[in-house]
């Protein structure tokens, strides 16, 4: 099995973010970029099966700023090759932009699984693995906590609310968006970074055209925080008639005359 893994870097939202001028984006001149969260997951469970069942993975992302590094880091982890897709533009293009662009990749590699994250913090659109399906006509599943190979069919287990999940067998190919790993992400020594750190990422053109404008974002504002948290303390009656007067003083509860 070949394991396309897509990669992409979103703001660093522990860090300083400021909207631009118009505030209908962030201002993007100094904002930090890390590895999307899910992304990371997408990669070690493609790593794990790998691991299980000699799966080849290649690891893809767009060609922006900070992109070079973290497919190195993906090289040390385990990835067997990694190639930037050449991209005009910002790294703040919507998963049903780019889909085209790594709907393309997947196929001209000849993947049999393409691995995405399930969504990332400012995805407008949804998430990329449905979407990237709908390119190359093959099935999708998101929320995927667990993959595994069996009888050369894909079984993907997909969480559900409550707790639930479900498992389903699919022939490849297949795009799956990843929740979580099936384990806790591995450490990488430092000493194996340093090995792939000199390694030059080829930037590779593919058929493919990104429609970056598919809907007009008409602005962004920062959480209200005006309001704050209201502490009841006290034995469980106290706490119990407060609550009830609160519910009843935001018209959430309607109090039953006696």
């Known amino acids: 099995?070949?394991?396309?893994?897509?990669?992409?870097?979103?703001?660093?939202?522990?860090?300083?973010?400021?909207?631009?001028?118009?505030?209908?984006?962030?201002?993007?001149?100094?904002?930090?970029?890390?590895?999307?969260?899910?992304?990371?997951?997408?990669?070690?469970?493609?790593?794990?099966?790998?691991?299980?069942?000699?799966?080849?993975?290649?690891?893809?992302?767009?060609?922006?700023?900070?992109?070079?590094?973290?497919?190195?880091?993906?090289?040390?982890?385990?990835?067997?090759?990694?190639?930037?897709?050449?991209?005009?533009?910002?790294?703040d293009l919507s998963s049903r932009a780019t889909a085209p662009l790594f709907g393309a990749a997947a196929r001209?590699?000849?993947?049999?699984?393409?691995?995405?994250?399930?969504?990332?913090?400012?995805d407008l659109f949804g998430h990329l693995a449905p979407f990237v399906g709908a390119q190359l006509g093959w099935p999708s599943f998101s929320a995927v906590s667990r993959v595994r190979f069996e009888g050369g069919d894909v079984l993907a287990q997909q969480e559900y609310s409550g707790g639930a999940a479900a498992t389903f067998r699919v022939a490849a190919p297949v795009a799956i968006g990843v929740q979580t790993a099936?384990?806790?992400?591995?450490?990488?020594?430092?000493?194996?970074?340093?090995?792939?750190?000199?390694?030059?990422?080829?930037?590779?053109?593919?058929?493919?055209?990104?429609?970056?404008?598919?809907?007009?974002?008409?602005?962004?504002?920062?959480?209200?925080?005006?309001r704050s948290a209201a502490m009841i303390a006290g034995d469980a009656e106290t706490v119990a008639s407060q609550l009830r007067t609160l519910l009843i003083e935001r018209g959430l509860i309607k109090e039953i005359p006696a």
């Open 1 to 91: 099995m070949h394991i396309v893994v897509a990669l992409r870097l979103v703001p660093d939202l522990s860090g300083d973010i400021e909207l631009t001028a118009d505030g209908a984006d962030l201002d993007r001149e100094w904002l930090d970029l890390k590895l999307n969260e899910f992304d990371d997951h997408a990669l070690e469970e493609a790593l794990l099966l790998k691991e299980q069942f000699g799966a080849r993975i290649t690891a893809v992302g767009l060609n922006v700023d900070g992109i070079d590094r973290t497919l190195q880091i993906a090289l040390a982890r385990g990835a067997d090759a990694a190639f930037k897709l050449a991209v005009d533009g910002d790294s």
């Open 108 to 122: 001209e590699l000849g993947a049999d699984l393409f691995f995405t994250g399930v969504q990332t913090p400012e």
């Open 182 to 226: 099936s384990r806790p992400i591995r450490y990488v020594a430092g000493s194996q970074l340093r090995q792939f750190a000199a390694t030059k990422i080829e930037s590779r053109t593919v058929n493919a055209n990104i429609e970056a404008t598919l809907g007009e974002r008409l602005g962004l504002r920062r959480p209200d925080r005006n």
